[in-house]
C-alpha cells in the first residue's frame, strides 16, 4: 500500500520554498540588468513552450519504485507563459500522457489487477523564477504550480481486446471522470538564443480522485455488477490460479489519492511584448 505523506515532507517543502523566496528577494535586490545595463518593462512578455517526456504512475497499483518495471508512458506539453513581473509568470498548458500499472510486480500480485490509460489534462498555474527577468541570466531555475482538469479513461486487456473500465463500474462504484488535478515542480532553463530557451522540468501532478487506475476501495458483490466482462476484469485473481475474493476484501485503498508524475524536455520560445517587438523592428529597418 501506498504511504501517507507525513509532517516531515511538508515541513522540508516550506523549507524550501523559504530559501526560494529569500534567494528570489535577494535577486530583486541585485537584480541590474547586465549587457547594455537598458531596463526592459517585463509586464506581458509572451512565450510559448513545449515538452516532451516520460510519465509514471503512482496508485494502488504500485507499492514503491520497481526499477525492472515503471510502467513509463510518454507525455507531451504545449502551452505558453505571460510574465506579470520580474519574476512571476502565469502559465497554462495542454498536456497528453500514457501510464500504466501491474500488480504482477507488486507485493499485492495475488489480485492480478492491471490497467493502462491515455489521457489529456489541461492546467493554469503560476511560475516563479529565481533570478529577475532583467538580469537576462544564462540559467534560470524556477518553481511552478497550478491546477486544473484531466480526463480519466482507464483500460484493461481481456482475451486479446481493451475494455474501458469506467463504464464496467467494476467495484459498483461509478465515478467522477474529469477530476481536479493540482500541480507542483522545479525546473531549470539554459538560453540558448536570444529568444530559444531549453531546459529539463521534473512536475508532480495530483490527482483528487483514486481512479485514476480504476482500483480503490473494495471488491464488490459480483452478482451487482453489471455483465461478465465486468465481473472478469473486477476479480482476475482466478487468471493466476488464486481463489476468488470475498465482497468487502480490500481491491485497493481510498487513504491517498492517485497522482501522476512528468520528467520533460523543454523549449521555450519568447515572443516578447508590444515594445519589445517595436524595437526589434526598429533595429530590422533603421531610418537613414
Known amino acids: 500500500m501506498r504511504s501517507k505523506p507525513c509532517a516531515k515532507h511538508y515541513l522540508c517543502l516550506a523549507f524550501f520554498l523559504l530559501i526560494f523566496a529569500a534567494a528570489i528577494t535577494k535577486s530583486s535586490a541585485q537584480g541590474r540588468p ?33 526499477l525492472k518495471h515503471l510502467g513509463l508512458g510518454p507525455s507531451i506539453s504545449l502551452g505558453a507563459l505571460y510574465r506579470l513581473t520580474e519574476h512571476v509568470s502565469a ?41 529577475a527577468y532583467n538580469r537576462q541570466e544564462s540559467i534560470s531555475p524556477y518553481l511552478f504550480g497550478g491546477v486544473g482538469f484531466t480526463h480519466l479513461n482507464p483500460k484493461a486487456k481481456l482475451d486479446g481486446t481493451w475494455y474501458s473500465l469506467a463504464p464496467l463500474t467494476t467495484e459498483g462504484v461509478k465515478y467522477k471522470r474529469t477530476p481536479l488535478v493540482f500541480t507542483a515542480g522545479i525546473g531549470v532553463s539554459v538560453k540558448t538564443t536570444e529568444r530559444l530557451s531549453l531546459g529539463l522540468e521534473l ?82 529597418c533603421p531610418k537613414f
Open 91 to 131: 502559465r497554462g498548458e495542454l498536456r497528453l500522457y500514457q501510464v500504466s500499472g501491474n500488480q504482477k510486480y507488486s507485493k499485492n500480485y495475488q489480485n492480478n489487477l492491471s490497467f493502462k490509460t491515455f489521457n489529456p489534462d489541461i492546467n493554469l498555474g503560476f511560475q516563479a523564477d529565481l533570478f
Open 34 to 66: 547586465k549587457g547594455s545595463g537598458r531596463f526592459t518593462d517585463p509586464f506581458g512578455v509572451l512565450s510559448i513552450t513545449g515538452g516532451v517526456g516520460v510519465a509514471y504512475y503512482m496508485g494502488d497499483l504500485n507499492d514503491g519504485v520497481n
Open 203 to 284: 512536475c508532480n501532478n495530483f490527482v483528487r480522485s483514486d481512479y485514476l487506475d480504476d482500483v480503490s476501495t473494495v471488491y464488490p458483490n459480483p452478482d451487482q455488477l453489471s455483465s461478465d466482462i465486468a465481473r472478469q476484469l473486477s476479480d482476475r485473481s482466478y487468471e493466476i490460479g488464486e481463489p476468488l475474493r470475498q465482497p468487502g476484501w480490500n481491491r485497493g485503498s481510498a487513504k491517498s489519492k492517485d497522482s501522476y508524475l512528468f520528467l520533460q524536455v523543454r523549449a521555450t520560445y519568447s515572443i516578447g511584448n508590444r515594445a519589445q517587438n517595436i524595437e526589434r523592428r526598429k533595429t530590422r
